[in-house]
């Protein structure tokens, strides 16, 4: 069975959405472009909302992660809303040389502790179980940092499943283990990180053959049985369906039907 029928057909216990929220021109996308790919553009592009699926087998398991890339001027606080509702999990992410930027992302912190403390499995919003990585993104830029250990042990202080680490997307430091680090607090298999796993195309159906019939063996086995793809052409669900994953999740009387614009039809 290809790898992304095995991903479509995944159990909901191992589909997963991240959410990655921060200021403009922090490295939002620069990081997700580092994880995916391995690559890194100088150029600066505003991001407006970028969705993104990474597909895997791993000891015969399918697991799905959906990567939601957010845009860092609120254009629809509604939306904003819906995707702190729907996420699974989320990278927070700063730059260490803009104080804004930290400061933004402990209003998301806050937002964030504000949602999902309606959701109908929480009984306790001071035991909240949400995996967050907070990211300081242009470690580079020592000379100009602004934002000390200080400030983040101070920020982290009393949250429940957060965590902190430092990164530079453009030179590569740090990026697999912001992803490792949120894994493991997750509790999601290690092999989701990508020096864990073979990189196969979306439909490798299995060990020794491709899709054209021609051999694969060239591909390195790594640490254990796991294999996995950037899904091509991956299309964001619908609002329609955020909205009643968001409905499921709260005590909420949206309908489906309800225009997402509208912040009273997201959550109360």
């Known amino acids: 069975m290809a790898l992304v029928e095995q991903a479509n057909n995944a159990p909901a216990e191992n589909c997963h959405r991240l959410v990655i929220l921060g200021s403009s021109k922090v490295g939002k996308t620069s990081i997700v472009a580092r994880f995916l790919?391995?690559?890194?553009?100088?150029?600066?592009?505003?991001?407006?909302?970028?969705?993104?699926?990474?597909?895997?087998?791993?000891?015969?398991?399918?697991?799905?992660l959906d990567i939601l890339d957010t845009s860092g001027n609120h254009p629809f606080p509604a939306m904003r809303r819906l995707s702190l509702i729907t996420g699974d999990l989320f990278i927070l992410v700063y730059s260490i040389d803009n104080r804004e930027s930290f400061e933004e992302v402990r209003r998301l912190l806050d937002q964030i502790v504000e949602c999902k403390s309606q959701?109908?499995?929480?009984?306790?919003?001071?035991?909240?179980?949400?995996?967050?990585?907070?990211?300081?993104?242009?470690?580079?830029?020592?000379?100009?940092?602004?934002?000390?250990?200080?400030?983040?042990?101070?920020?982290?202080?009393?949250?429940?499943?957060?965590?902190?680490?430092?990164?530079?997307?453009?030179?590569?430091?740090?990026?697999?283990?912001?992803?490792?680090?949120?894994?493991?607090?997750?509790?999601?298999?290690?092999?989701?990180?990508?020096?864990?796993?073979?990189?196969?195309?979306?439909?490798?159906?299995?060990?020794g053959s491709s899709p054209t019939g021609g051999r694969v063996m060239s591909i390195r086995r790594k640490t254990s049985d796991a294999c996995g793809a950037v899904a091509p052409n991956a299309r964001r669900p619908s609002i329609r369906t955020d909205l009643l994953v968001a409905q499921s999740r709260t005590n909420s009387s949206t309908s489906p039907d309800d225009d997402p614009r509208d912040a009273k039809c997201v959550i109360q």
């Open 37 to 64: 790919y391995n690559k890194f553009d100088d150029k600066y592009t505003p991001t407006i909302e970028d969705f993104h699926r990474k597909i895997y087998r791993i000891k015969g398991n399918a697991y799905r």
């Open 119 to 207: 959701c109908r499995s929480v009984k306790d919003v001071k035991l909240l179980n949400v995996p967050i990585m907070i990211v300081g993104n242009k470690c580079d830029v020592e000379k100009d940092r602004v934002i000390h250990q200080y400030d983040v042990t101070n920020l982290l202080e009393g949250r429940l499943n957060t965590a902190s680490i430092e990164c530079s997307a453009k030179k590569n430091v740090n990026i697999e283990d912001v992803f490792v680090r949120l894994f493991h607090t997750a509790k999601l298999p290690s092999e989701m990180s990508p020096s864990l796993h073979r990189k196969v195309h979306p439909q490798y159906v299995g060990k």
